[in-house]
């Protein structure tokens, strides 16, 4: 992290706790949570694709929230935060471009300039997603160095901020990056697991067996693990197979964070390979390195050709179009049914496939 | 978050030897910045130094260098390209024979995946005086520095335009060889004009430390160094030059560029 970028963290720091116990600032969050991100979102039991796959399956959907996605929860979060410290522009990065969309929403609801980074491979394949966030008022600048990936959208946007930093908010929109930000991420997206955990409760009674989700970064695991931490629940966090971060990776120093680090033997930071830009990311959270660590949550990988057929899957047995990241978390639930066998499993479904049907489509011409 | 323990008292480096020296002279230092690994690097160093730099830094390239403009970026992503590691470069170091100091400017994860003391070790060994690793915040700097000090290499401090005097003041007890003021809020890369902030940051450093004050990051032309100088010890160029390394300008563009810098800055 760059000497430049120390004290806005800790201001961030100190503005996150204040505002948190803030009633006022809690009530204005719970209320753009209810009345425009559309919470609590529903938890749908799934009886074809339980019968198809010989578990109980239940879909956390968080694709149903305005603008597709669980990226929503945190946007309102800190776009609320970065008005109340005065700052008049949010600089995010994207993968998906899902986040990107988010922080473009919040910036207009609220008023606020939005330069959102994407890296240009991403670009090409989330073409739709960068028009929205046009649409949306926000500018979208090219991340051409690297990979042209979410790592250097992340490099970029850091880039950004060490510039702009008295007038921007860097919108970091996953558990990752410097404290507070993996702390306050997950805070922000721990209502998907507490409502999700109350909704299984008062609907099937107990906990459910499995809590699955994907992870890139890893903030919809994180912030629905963290409504079952508590609980029995067996968590599971389901990576690409090309970026493993917590499957394959060593520790190291990357985006102001000490975690799981794809790297090679010097240090050098590798490119994550996977179908789906959202988790083509060789780093994650380092709140997912720990449960890992002490064995609270296990993390497997699936391969792009899993996704591809789970993707279809539940469009087909559910009337659900996934996204490719959440399509991971089916994924691993499809090829592991055999362990799973007559157990509840709750997935959480981040984001809906719209954003991905002309990728599909070439795919599977 | 580690509370730094009271700096150890230690013998002066010979970076900061060299950096004072220049000033008791009445004169201004000179740092040029070069990435090492970069096709033909050590003719350029040695050209440099030819021309005048009081002390080199020798960039190792990263893979994502978050402090670094488009100009850097690309000498980094040419280096590696053509092969350059750690190692690679520090060995490369042991050859140059330069008789200046030698500062190695590189990203945490890389000395944290070499290990902290076989880096520091072997930074020493190859005739490395100091290091400068922009990533790497004071707060999390302890166990780096404690490697650094007991190897006898001097690690230079950022110090920000958004620290406050307090850290600041923490920033300059910490630095060894000099303190690295950061001219500007933002990346490394040229400027058509000099940032107000430069002389502010070195006129805030200067008010609170005896160690020499150079600043670095936007310091892109003659003029705007001469600018500098008038309140730094000090000025350290990167993108300049390096530009001229992209650029296909070798050992002599280097060279002249150098020495368009060194004689403004003796010319105050």
């Known amino acids: 992290m760059p000497e430049t970028l120390v004290p806005a963290c800790e201001e961030l ?12 600032y809690r009530a204005r969050l719970d209320g753009l949570l209810a ?37 929503i929860n945190n946007v309102l979060g800190q776009a609320l935060l970065a008005q109340r410290m005065g700052k008049a522009r949010l600089v995010a990065e994207t993968g998906a471009g899902q986040h990107g969309v988010a922080t473009a929403t919040a910036a207009a609801l ?29 500018e979208v600048r090219p991340a051409s160095s690297g990979s042209r990936t979410l790592k250097d959208a992340v ?31 997950r805070e922000f997206h721990r209502v998907i697991g507490d409502e999700a955990r109350e909704q299984f409760a008062a609907r099937v009674a107990g906990t459910p067996d499995v809590v699955v989700a994907c992870v890139g970064g890893g903030s919809n695991a994180a912030g629905i693990f963290a409504g079952f931490a508590e609980t ?35 240090g050098q930071v590798e490119e994550a390979q996977s179908i789906s830009a959202g988790l083509d990311y060789p780093g994650v959270g380092p709140e997912h390195a720990h449960l890992a660590d002490i064995g609270r949550a296990e993390y497997a990988p699936v391969t792009d050709d899993e996704v591809v057929d789970a993707f279809q899957l539940l469009s087909r047995t559910e009337g659900i179009i996934p996204a490719l990241e959440s399509a991971h978390a089916i994924a691993w639930v499809s090829r592991e049914r055999a362990q799973l066998a007559g157990l509840s499993v709750v997935i959480n479904l981040s984001g809906r496939g719209d954003k991905d049907v002309a990728q599909m489509m070439e795919i599977l011409r | 978050m580690n509370e730094s323990a009271p700096p150890r008292r230690l ?154 005097d307090e850290r600041l003041g923490r920033v300059c007890d910490r630095s060894r ?58 000025v350290v160029v990167g993108s300049a030059v390096v530009r001229r390394m992209v650029e296909g300008a070798g050992p002599e563009g280097v060279g002249d560029l150098v020495g368009e810098f060194r004689r403004a800055i003796d010319a105050i």
């Open chain 1, 232 to 266: 029995p629940a067996r968590l599971v966090g389901v990576e690409p197979a090309g970026g493993a971060a917590v499957g394959r990776g060593v520790p190291g120093v990357v985006h102001g964070m000490v975690s799981y680090l794809m790297q090679d033997e010097f």
């Open chain 1, 110 to 138: 609220l008023g606020l300039e939005c330069c959102v980074y994407m890296g240009e491979v991403d670009m090409a394949r989330q073409e739709l997603n960068v028009f929205r966030m046009r649409l949306l008022g926000a």
């Open chain 1, 13 to 24: 720091e100190a503005a996150f706790i204040e505002a948190w116990a803030d009633p006022s």
């Open chain 2, 177 to 234: 060889g000099f303190v690295y003021g950061v001219g500007l809020l933002g990346v490394t890369g040229e400027r058509t004009s000099l940032a107000a902030s430069a002389t502010e940051i070195a006129t805030r450093l200067k008010r609170i430390t005896d160690r020499p004050v150079l600043v670095g990051v936007g310091v892109s032309t003659p003029e705007q160094a001469v600018q500098t100088c008038r309140v730094a010890d000090g």
């Open chain 1, 35 to 71: 009345d425009y991100a559309g919470r609590p979102s529903p938890l749908t039991r799934c009886d074809r694709l339980s019968a198809e796959l010989g578990c109980r399956i239940w879909l956390k959907r968080e694709d149903l929230n305005h603008t597709g996605s669980h990226k």
């Open chain 2, 11 to 164: 013998a002066v480096g010979q970076l900061e030897r060299v950096l004072r020296a220049r000033r008791d002279r009445g004169g201004h230092s000179l740092v040029i910045y070069l990435t090492g690994g970069f096709p033909g690097w050590q003719d350029m160093v040695r050209a440099a130094v030819a021309a005048g730099a009081d002390a080199v830094e020798v960039g190792i390239p990263f893979s994502d260098p978050v402090m670094d403009g488009p100009v850097i970026q690309e000498a980094s992503e040419v280096a590696l390209r053509a092969g350059a590691t750690p190692p690679g470069v520090l060995a490369e170091i042991a050859n140059l024979d330069i008789g200046v100091p030698v500062a190695v400017m590189t990203y945490y994860n890389l000395v944290f995946r070499f290990g902290l003391e076989r880096f520091a070790s072997t930074a020493a060994e190859v005739g490395v005086s100091a290091a400068i690793l922009p990533d790497l915040p004071l707060d999390e700097a302890g166990p780096w520095c404690d490697e650094a000090d007991a190897a006898g290499i001097e690690t230079v401090m950022l110090a920000a335009p958004t620290g406050s």
């Open chain 1, 155 to 185: 490099n970029e946007a850091m880039r950004d901020w060490v510039a702009t930093v008295e007038r921007s908010h860097y919108c970091l929109g996953s558990v990752m990056g410097p404290h507070p930000y993996p702390w306050m991420v």
